[in-house]
């Protein structure tokens, strides 16, 4: 089955740093990947549509100049937490689709836990 | 805009059948999901459904959707500790490409 790799899994940073996270998709392409955010015992938020090859689509209140995303191959795609902040601290989760199969399911990654000191 | 809704825990014992429920408020929808999460791992697709079928069956999984209360749910068979988790529905709409809108999660636990 599709499967996405997220790296890495745990990141301690402190403020002020910036933290990449990535995610690939190990067995097919993906020309749209997604990124997630999950707080604790909450749903999850889509911050951004990463586009291969093309800038990012953000969700209305996601500063794309914090959070950067760049999806230079089609099984590749990176969000970069700049000059992080305590309030930065989350589970961020990405998510990829098989690339022609409109519709087919999303397959997420296992998740990044960021904590920022 | 869509809505997604669940309820937020259930409790259920080892061997029971577990019933997870979920409405939403768009009539658009084309596909609906389940997703497991276990703790501090990412999402696992369980199942998903076609807006245009009523039921779909997968081991010990069966999904039901009514369209017209616009409510899905998933029962478990069988229940096992294992399927002690948080449970997400989502849905994408019709002209709303791959966006997935989740619902707020049940977290099952299973006793033994």
Redesign the interface.
Known sequence: GAVVSQHPSRVICKSGTSVKIECRSLDFQATTMFWYRQFPKKSLMLMATSNEGSKATYEQGVEKDKFLINHASLTLSTLTVTSAHPEDSSFYICSARRTGLNNSPLHFGNGTRLTVT | GEDVEQSLFLSVREGDSSVINCTYTDSSS??L?W?KQEP??????LT?IFSNMDMKQDQRLTVLLNKKDKHLSLRIADTQTGDSAIY?CAE?LTGG????T????TQLKVEL
């Open positions: 084309t596909y999901y997703y501090g791992a990412g999402l696992q697709l998903y997400f994408t490409g791959n966006k997935l989740f619902g707020t999660g």
